[in-house]
């Protein structure tokens, strides 16, 4: 079973407007990550979120935090056509005291002009 | 900044075959991954390494080798390739509880 996952599983907008992907997680965390990958490319890091913090952000991008109901949303304010890509929320299983990501299956976003 | 390069960009190999992917990492980082990704299932951990000379199994490490010769390099070798399979492995690299970053990736497929 997924440890991490994503809803919805597609989105389409129009630029100019504000989006939102949900992240649902199964274990202790001692953070979550979000991740953008798009086509043709590795996924990169958007957010990473500690346990102990309930929001960041990082220009349009703002990312929330609810240990208690184990759930993250990633925000997207004023999209762009570029903001076209999956969407992957990731946990971090502190095994050892390394880094082993755990990723959900994705949310695809497509922005249209 | 740094990169992560991986070889081959593409790969296609016939069945029961032997296949080595290789990965470099200019970060100076000590922890280095390898990632399958399918279509529809999101990425999952096949190796990964904390130090030159170490090898950890992730979740998906049955059929596959792999070997950390130097801080700066990570090889996955398929043992036994399998017909009809499809994927994109992952190379990734991090600091002990930081950003991992990827490489593009290696796309598979065995005929």
């Known amino acids: 079973s997924q440890l991490a996952e994503e809803n919805p599983w597609a989105l389409s907008v129009h630029e100019g407007e504000s989006v939102t992907v949900n992240c649902s997680y199964k274990t202790s965390i001692t953070a979550l990550q979000w991740y953008r990958q798009k086509s043709g490319e590795g996924p990169a890091q958007l957010i990473l979120i500690r346990s102990n913090e309930r929001e960041k952000r990082n220009g349009r991008l703002r990312a929330t935090l609810d240990t208690s109901s184990q759930s993250s949303s990633l925000s997207i304010t004023a999209t762009r056509c570029e903001d076209t890509a999956v969407y992957f929320c990731?946990?971090?299983?502190?095994?050892?005291?390394?880094?082993?990501?755990?990723f959900g299956k994705g949310t695809v976003l497509l922005v249209s002009p | 900044g740094g990169i992560i390069t991986q070889t081959p960009k593409f790969l296609i190999g016939q069945e029961g075959q032997k296949l080595t992917l290789k990965c470099q990492q200019n970060?100076?980082?000590?922890?280095m991954y390898w990632y399958r990704q399918d279509s529809g299932k999101g990425l999952r951990l096949i190796y990964y390494s904390i130090t030159e000379n170490d090898l950890q199994k992730g979740d998906l490490s049955e059929g596959y080798d792999a070997s950390r010769e130097k801080k700066s390099s990570f090889s996955l070798t398929v043992t036994s390739a399998q017909k009809n399979e499809m994927a994109v492995f992952l190379c990734a690299s991090s600091r002990q509880g930081t950003e991992v970053f990827f490489g593009k990736g290696t796309r598979l497929t065995v005929v």
């Open positions: 990731a946990t971090d299983r502190h095994d050892s005291g390394y880094n082993k990501l755990t």
């Open positions: 970060f100076n980082h000590d922890t």
